[in-house]
């Protein structure tokens, strides 16, 4: 999945003050050179995420309340058994069923749990766990937020000197025999998640409650930080 660019920084890097300075404040307008420089890298998927659900029925709804409560809280006790995932409720919903004259007939009550980690022996083996009663509804792969922060952080200073490379090529060609940089933006990019694998996909058929625990291939993302800045061209 490609992510749209979204600047994470933002600099303006001011000429000092000095009378040449402002003779070209005065002609900012004039030989200026707008272009950017990417630095990409792949970097492991080191985070886990998965959805699961459990739906229910029933004719009274506080019934369906009631199981629907009765699952999450299961399914929490049981996470709390490895504490390296990260668990979160997600959605939850109930609607009536109707008949043919539109008469309500039972309900129907969905709830959803959201796992992470980067912990992937830990999150398997509780995904294999809260699988015997609840069904994934997906699960994929992604960077870290502390990987990928440390990714950009080591991309803004090549992007920076891929910039700068590329401000000294274009000098001869305008015969500049130097230039100013009057802004710099920073944004990133990239595939930050491997392909989904849905619930159908990752459902294991067994004759007992029991599933087996699964080995999840995480795949790479490739992260790429682009320095867009303005230089003014020195004669």
Do not use: C, H
Request: hydrophobic fraction near 40%.
């Amino acid at each position: 999945m490609l992510l749209p660019f979204t600047s994470v920084s933002a600099a303006t890097y001011p000429v000092n003050p000095s009378p040449a300075n402002s003779s070209m404040t005065n002609t900012l307008n004039y030989g200026l050179l707008n272009f950017a420089a990417s630095a990409s890298k792949k970097v492991s998927n080191d985070q886990i995420n998965a959805t699961l659900s459990k739906t229910v029925q029933n004719k009274s709804s506080s019934e369906v309340a009631n199981q629907i409560a009765t699952t999450l809280n299961q399914a929490v006790a049981i996470a709390k058994k490895y504490p390296q995932v990260q668990v979160s409720t997600g959605n939850q919903t109930t609607y009536p069923q109707y008949d043919k004259n539109q008469k309500i007939i039972g309900w129907t009550g969905t709830a959803s749990l959201n796992l992470k980690s980067t912990d992937t022996v830990a999150a398997s083996k509780l995904i294999a766990e809260l699988q015997s009663f609840m069904t994934v509804d997906g699960l994929d792969f992604s960077v870290s937020d502390a990987a990928r922060k440390a990714t950009e952080q080591e991309l803004m200073m090549e992007a920076s000197k891929n910039f700068q490379r590329q401000a000294q090529t274009l000098l001869p060609v305008w015969g500049a025999k130097g230039y100013q940089l009057v802004s710099l933006e920073f944004s990133q990019g990239g595939d930050y998640r491997a392909p989904r694998a849905y619930g159908s996909v990752m459902m294991l058929e067994a004759a007992s409650a029991k599933v087996a625990d699964q080995n999840f291939q995480a795949g790479d993302s490739t992260i790429t930080v682009t320095a867009n800045g303005t230089v003014q061209l020195v004669k």
